[in-house]
């Protein structure tokens, strides 16, 4: 398995980037009939984050423990590609801890909706991109080396085998 600090310097050498190796594709209960599931799930993600920022009462957190699936590679890929969505159209910030790992915070579409400044946020400013090279292999040396035993990201019920 990578070390930390090879994890370290395999993000140092992506922060830029998101590729992704697969998608799997699942059946939301929450997706309205008239509604793209793509944008329903990107909304949901955005609820959890909100959620779980203010269950930590903390303005960030750390990417890996936010969108990894300890289950579920394909379902890790798929919630990096719901983050990139939301950091595209800066509702989620990408930061960089003291060690140079990701963390996840509220962009600046989301703090200006949140004060109440809608014409702002509409607006969007500046478009991010987010790059991330993952395969199974460094996905199971990320488990294992943050202790991801539970998932942030509700696990969803798949058709395909993992």
Known sequence: ???????????AWFPQR?????????QSD???????????????VMDCLEKHLDRLDETDCCFFKFAFNPKSFSQTVENIFYISF????????VSYDDE????????SRAI?????????????????????????SLWNDIVKAFNITDC???HRKSTLKE
């Open 1 to 11: 398995g990578l070390s930390c600090d090879q994890i370290r310097y395999t993000v």
């Open 18 to 26: 998101c590729l992704y190796d697969c998608v799997c594709w699942w």
């Open 30 to 44: 929450k997706v309205q009939d008239d509604q793209d599931p793509t944008t329903a799930r990107v909304e949901e």
């Open 86 to 93: 939301l950091v595209k159209d800066n509702y989620v910030a």
């Open 100 to 107: 140079g790992l990701p963390r996840l915070g509220f962009g």
């Open 112 to 136: 200006e909706s949140a004060d109440g400044d809608e014409a702002t946020a509409e607006q969007g400013g500046v478009k991010r991109q987010m790059m991330f090279n993952i395969n199974h």
């Open 152 to 154: 942030i990201l509700p």
